[in-house]
Every structure is written in structure tokens, then in C-alpha cells.
């Protein structure tokens, strides 16, 4: 059990207090009688006893028979699981999903976050949206989409006459913000959409004429580009994070990427 410094609570193996939310920094401690240690600490001041660091335990582990060492693994894989089992879960951090075994608990031990917050309140909106991985994963979306609008522009003025640019920003929009935008919150994939699809309507003019080495001149949905990539691209990370997350999850998770 660690005392959390801001409120006092014990908490137990929680980077973060389930009381005020403050994180836990974890002591080094005796593994005889629990004394806190200093980092650089190989005796125990107060029984005696020899702190094991990374290298020695690993020297230990290679003298230790392998059968003792495979019993002792499984031995403890075996309690773990019993004691797992034994926890039933009361909720789930709707922040992060973490499931939660203590009905008293009033913020996630995984994010920090409070659990009983409506999540349709304006504090809940605030705590679900996560600006730096938006932004992050804005600016790439922004960048792959230009690139794909342009290798589009650039293939549909060379097969043919009819005006199909829009078409290949729709599907440049369509293919990436529904890689990027798959968040488990509507809000975040929704912002990601908006963002990626007003930028992109504010380069396609610039995207089309640079495509056919500014051979004419071209405005994209009467002049409305901007307005019209934005919806549509509200409407893709919307989709990306109800539908197509569980698909993406395979090869990208965006919610644990850029921690």
C-alpha cells in the first residue's frame, strides 16, 4: 500500500489515487519489512536485508534450476489469476475503459480521470477531448490526404475530361481521416474530420492547378470547398470511430499512440 501525498488515501497498485486522482509514485521499499529505500540503497538500513537489483535477480534467475524456476512462474500466474477472478467489475472509466472492482472509487487508477462525471456535461466533453493527439494525428492526416488529393488530381487529369476532382478529395478524405480518425469518443474522431476536411478545402484549389502544372485556373464546389470537405469530413471520423475502429485496431491504435 503507498500513501497517496496529496490526500493521504492508501492506494494499492494504481498509478493514480482513486480518490483525488493525484499519480502515484511508487517508493522502493524492503522485501523483507517493507522500509522505504533510497534509489541507490543495497542494504536494508533497517533489518539488513540485500536489495536485489535488476542485474542480481537476473543472475539469480540463471543459478536457479529451470523446474524450480517454471513452478514458481506458474505458482504465481496461478494465484494471479484466482485473484483476478475473484474481482468482480462494477464500471468501467468511460475515458479509457478500464474496468473498475471498487464501487467507491471516484477516479480511473489507469488515466486520472473522474469516472462519475456525464460524460454530456460541458466538464465531460472538456476531459474527453484529447488536443495533443488530435493535433498530432491532424497534422498526418492533413499531410497523407494532401499527398493522396494530389496523386488523384494529377491521375484523373490525364485519363479524362470530365471534372472528377472532388471525387478523388472525397475518397483522399474517406481512406484517411477513417484510419486516423478512429478514437473511441465521436467528439475526438469528429474534430479530427473537421479539421483534416477544412484544411484540405482550403488546399484544393492550389492541389488541382499545381496537379495540371497551372494550366487553368479552378474553384472547387462553386468556391464552397472548405465548407463542404469540413461536413464531409466530420461525417468520415464520425463513421471511423462507430464503425471502422474495431478494424483499424488491427494495425493502428491511435488512442495509445504518442502517449
Known sequence: ????????????????????????????TCPNCDFELGEESVFCPNCGTKVKDDSS?????KEEPQEEVAE??????????????KKEIVANCPYCNTGIDEPDI???????????????SFEGIKLTIQPKKILI??????????????????????????????????????????????????????LLGIITGFVLG?????IVEFSCGYAFSYQMFSGYSA??????????G?????????????YLDVENTFN
Open 238 to 250: 464520425v463513421i471511423s470511430t462507430k464503425y471502422l475502429r474495431k478494424h483499424i485496431l488491427k
Open 1 to 28: 500500500m503507498v500513501e497517496c501525498p496529496k490526500c493521504g488515501n492508501e492506494v494499492e497498485d494504481s498509478n493514480f489515487c482513486d480518490k483525488c486522482g493525484e499519480k502515484i509514485e511508487k517508493a522502493k
Open 106 to 120: 471516484d477516479f480511473c487508477p489507469e488515466c486520472g480521470k473522474p469516472i462519475k462525471v456525464d460524460k454530456q
Open 137 to 190: 494525428f491532424s497534422i498526418l492526416a492533413i499531410i497523407c490526404s494532401s499527398i493522396l488529393a494530389l496523386l488523384l488530381s494529377f491521375i484523373f487529369g490525364m485519363v479524362t475530361t470530365v471534372d472528377l476532382y472532388p471525387l478523388g478529395f472525397l475518397i483522399s478524405l474517406l481512406i484517411v481521416v477513417g484510419i486516423f480518425g478512429s478514437f473511441k469518443d465521436l467528439i475526438n474522431g469528429g
Open 202 to 206: 482550403l488546399l484544393s484549389t492550389l
Open 57 to 61: 535477480e537476473e543472475e539469480t534467475e
Open 227 to 236: 465548407i463542404v470537405l469540413t461536413i464531409f469530413g466530420a461525417i468520415v
Open 72 to 85: 514458481e512462474k506458474e505458482a504465481t500466474t496461478k494465484e494471479e489469476t484466482e485473484k483476478e477472478e
